[in-house]
């Protein structure tokens, strides 16, 4: 039966635990423009994590720095930084301990930012 909005598909088909479903070729290009688009393809190349969770803690300094921080917008991100070091975690076969010490190197570089004592890469 063909997926409608009314019948979600099923979750227990027969595709393999670890096959990716079939992607549409171009299916963001068609909308982003060409500084967009070539962002895209450099970002496809990267195969970790690591970059992303640097560029979500500079967007907290960022935030912080401004004259009238928006709280709400900084613990989002810091709650998608927390996912993003547990999902690295998961990935890399990390123990509890090593996840709980990135998770408080994020929260003490936040901290160091709020009370003006660097928190970035000086």
């Known amino acids: 039966m063909p997926w409608t909005a009314s019948s979600p598909p099923s979750t227990t088909g027969s595709m393999p635990r670890n096959a990716k479903p079939a992607s549409r070729p171009g299916f963001y290009e068609e909308v982003l423009d060409q500084a967009r688009r070539n962002a895209l393809r ?23 720095a401004e004259a009238v921080v928006d709280r709400p917008q900084v613990l989002r991100t810091l709650e998608v930084i927390c996912k993003a070091e547990l999902a690295r975690a998961r990935i890399s076969g990390r123990s509890g301990d090593d996840l709980y010490k990135s998770v408080i190197g994020v929260l003490h570089g936040v901290g160091e930012a709020l009370d003006g004592t660097g928190g970035g890469d000086d």
């Open 42 to 64: 450099s970002a496809k190349a990267i195969d970790s994590l690591d970059d992303d969770i640097a560029l979500l803690r500079a967007c907290v300094y960022a935030e912080l």
